[in-house]
């Protein structure tokens, strides 16, 4: 057997090292306030503040218009601040949104809050899609909803929206209303890649949504609902976050799987979370009232695993749609694996019948971002959007 070649495994490990901080995720000394606000950003880096008389843009919005429409790599950096307005990326080109913080690992010290009071409530709009406070998808029909169990039917040739996009310490807040009354979206994103961290998505109904072909990756952010707030037909990998129930309704996830000729892996996956009431006046009111999820077609698919549940979370886990209207068969997924808390019953799941408890052989397919995103023709996607070191 040879001896190893130290020095030169010593040089690859420096080199590997040296990659792996010059990741994107290197744009926190962007966000730390200084003189200069863009002194440590990416060159054309634009500045956005409602305020400070440096800023190329006073909103957010503006400042995402003025991108050149290309495969060029971009950089927003906004300052602390409540941003009333809609936010729309069709671009495809890998786009960067940063909210300028001191604490860029704390989520709860985000200073950027992107408002916006919109719901579809008895048809005000012609659909779900009008309400989000941010969009992110090619087309306007690439976005829609649509109703019935295979949703919208966007054309088989739209292109394939933003491929790279980011958000670092942005909350975004839809205040209707402190209740549920319609379909209230903070985020949406469809035939796009996302990456979301230390981020929050406020909203009581359908606070998130992954439309068709949407890969969305939230990591270490806070999402906040009562009903179906997290839905859509594509797929989420929510790790290491926080989701916050307001009050119950629903369930916390509602998907539509589709037929596809190829072995998808649409649906929702939540990983070493926690799952809590949003506060300690709510909580002694929802104490087992809530659900995991329940199945907005036949083929939904979610799955929590290692998540820490509270009380507020009932003894059956998740539960079929509505009596008469069950949406519930064998090729209905609604599973958990090793979650634990109060709200986690073994004994309530299994009577309760509808909640699946995986293997450790079985969640293996789920429980790892690169393993259920997947690309139209069912490939695994270019991954490089995903930021590991965040
Ligand atoms: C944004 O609005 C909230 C609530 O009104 C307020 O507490 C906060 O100070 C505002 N943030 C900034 C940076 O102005
Ligand atoms: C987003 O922008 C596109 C392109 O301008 C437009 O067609 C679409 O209507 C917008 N989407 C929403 C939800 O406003
Ligand atoms: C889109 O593709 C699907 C599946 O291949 C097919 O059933 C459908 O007819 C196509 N729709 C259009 C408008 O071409
Ligand atoms: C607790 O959460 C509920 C539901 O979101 C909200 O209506 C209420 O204002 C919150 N109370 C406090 C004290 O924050
Ligand atoms: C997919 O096919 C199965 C079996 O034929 C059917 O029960 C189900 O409704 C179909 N789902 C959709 C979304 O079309
Ligand atoms: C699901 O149920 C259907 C109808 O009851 C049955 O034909 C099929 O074999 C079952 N599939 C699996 C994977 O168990
Ligand atoms: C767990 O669920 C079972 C069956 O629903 C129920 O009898 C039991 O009281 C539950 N245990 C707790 C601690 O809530």
């Known amino acids: 057997m040879k ?56 909103t957010i919005q503006s400042a995402i218009l003025s991108l050149p429409d290309d495969h060029s790599s971009q ?34 010290s985000n200073t950027v809050t992107v408002l916006f009071s919109a719901a579809n409530v008895q048809a005000s709009y012609t659909d779900n899609a009008f309400t989000s406070v941010l969009t992110v998808s090619p087309t306007l029909e690439a976005s829609l909803t649509g109703s019935g169990p295979t949703g919208y039917a966007v054309p088989n040739n739209t292109v394939y929206g933003n491929t790279d996009f980011r958000v670092y310490n942005i909350n975004f807040r839809n205040v209707f209303s402190e209740a549920s009354v319609g ?38 952010s806070e999402i906040a609902g009562q009903t179906d707030f997290l839905y859509g037909f594509g797929t989420a990998f929510i790790q290491s976050s926080r989701l916050l129930l307001r009050n119950c309704g629903g369930g916390i996830t509602a998907w539509k799987g589709a037929n596809t000729t190829f072995p998808n892996k649409y ?33 939904h698919r979610s799955v929590f695993m290692d998540t820490y549940l509270d009380a507020t979370i009932n003894a059956a886990g998740y539960k079929k749609w509505g009596t008469g209207d069950e949406r519930f068969s064998n090729l209905t ?25 995986l293997s450790e052989k079985q969640v293996k397919a789920y429980d790892k971002p690169v393993d259920v995103f997947m690309d139209e023709n069912g490939r695994q996607p270019y991954v490089g959007w995903i930021d590991e070191d965040a």
């Open 3 to 58: 001896l190893l070649n130290w020095p030169a495994l010593l040089l690859a490990l420096t080199k590997f090292a040296t990659l792996a901080t010059a990741h994107p995720s290197g744009l926190t000394k962007c966000q730390l306030p200084t003189r200069n606000p863009l002194s440590s950003c990416p060159k054309n880096t634009i500045l956005v503040s409602s305020s400070d008389k440096r800023a190329h843009f006073t």
């Open 75 to 108: 950089t927003i950096l906004i300052l602390p601040g409540n941003y009333t307005e809609q936010l729309n990326v069709t671009r495809r080109g890998p786009l960067t949104l940063i909210g300028q913080t001191s604490k860029p690992t704390s989520q709860s």
């Open 183 to 220: 379909p209230s979206l903070a985020v949406s994103v469809s035939r796009a890649n996302a990456g979301f961290y230390y981020s929050g998505f406020y909203s009581y109904q359908d606070t998130v949504y992954i439309g068709k072909l949407g890969n969305a990756y939230f990591k270490s």
């Open 267 to 299: 649906g929702v996956y939540i990983s070493q979370s926690t799952v809590v009431a949003a506060n300690s006046t709510i909580a002694p009111t929802i104490i087992g009232k809530c659900f995991l999820g329940r199945p907005w077609n036949i083929q």
């Open 333 to 357: 997924l609604m599973a958990e694996y090793k979650d634990f808390g109060p709200g986690f019953n073994e004994t309530g799941r299994i009577v309760g019948g509808v909640t699946t408890l």
